[in-house]
């Protein structure tokens, strides 16, 4: 009798577990895993996406690597990476000014954190104010406070990439901020106790403790940052216009939505995108692989 009590009781119990799952799993079968599938195959097909797809086989792999636009945007890509960085170095130095107990700190906080959830094409178009070349608040202020007359930041292919560095380290540094406070906080006294029994000093102290012990997060941060410069699309939309002078501004992710919503090329987007994925998961698959020799495992 008790067996029967338990095994219906086991059912309503799986019942209730799967009612739950189904909704995610659903969502991932759905919107996830059917469109990677049809991308695999539109990858080897021919579709403007108004007539009927044509079989190419890999001509569309073949074209794209032999595409010099495509380099140039994995390029643009790479280069915009030297952000993650200085951005990790800014994010940890305003971590620990925020986690002193001063009076108004959370305030501060908050102060920093808001442009991760400023809507980002909002904060694009007030950048692009900004950097404007003839009324933009930079240069004004550069001509006014120090007599320099600002370059054409988004308008010369030589500063299109910086400028959009800047902007990304705006935007980015204050999650990254809360990560490391995180971190910070999680830090025994204990060690900076010891250290200082034994006479270190401020800076050996952060050398030889602070950063080690926040080396999980340096990962964290380095893995998401490299995949989020992989991804990037919104600013340079609409900041680096037909992928910038000279497509000096056009990332990976800019290339393939041109030619799939400008040049209606369906199949060679779809070629480029797993092309982009695979080399995500390439440098993704490194990043773990290295991570046993730097990242300390309290």
Known sequence: MQTKKFSGYRRKELFWLYLFVAPPVLGFLLFGLVPMLFSIYMSF?????????????????????????????????????IGIPIGM??????????????????????IYYLPVISPIIAVSLLWQWILNQDYGLLNNLLWDWFGIRGPNWLGDPDWVKPSLILIGLW????????????????????????????????????????????????????????????QSFSQIYVLAVDGGP????????????QHAFE????????????????????????????????VYQD
Not at 246 to 257: A, L, R
Not at 268 to 292: D, E, H, P, R
């Open 171 to 230: 935007g980015g540094v204050g999650g990254n901020m809360v990560l490391y406070l995180a971190g910070l906080q999680s830090i025994a006294s204990s060690y900076y106790e010891a250290a200082e029994i034994d006479g270190a000093g401020a800076w050996h102290k952060f050398t030889k403790i602070t950063v080690p012990l926040l080396s999980p997060i340096h990962f964290f941060v380095l893995v998401m940052g490299i995949i989020g410069a992989f």
């Open 246 to 257: 000279e497509y000096s501004g056009g990332t990976i992710v800019y290339y393939i939505f």
């Open 89 to 110: 170095v800014i994010s940890l130095l305003l971590a620990i000014l925020m986690n002193r107990p001063l009076k108004g700190i959370s305030v501060m906080r908050t």
């Open 45 to 81: 097909q021919d579709w403007d996406m108004l007539s009927d797809p044509t079989g190419v086989g890999l001509s569309n792999y073949s074209e794209l690597l032999k595409d010099e636009k495509l380099y140039k945007s994995l390029y643009n890509t790479v280069y915009l990476m």
């Open 263 to 294: 040049y209606f090329n369906m199949g060679y987007a779809s070629a480029a995108a797993w092309l982009l994925g695979i080399l995500i998961f390439i440098v993704t698959l490194i990043q773990f692989k290295l991570s046993n020799k730097w």
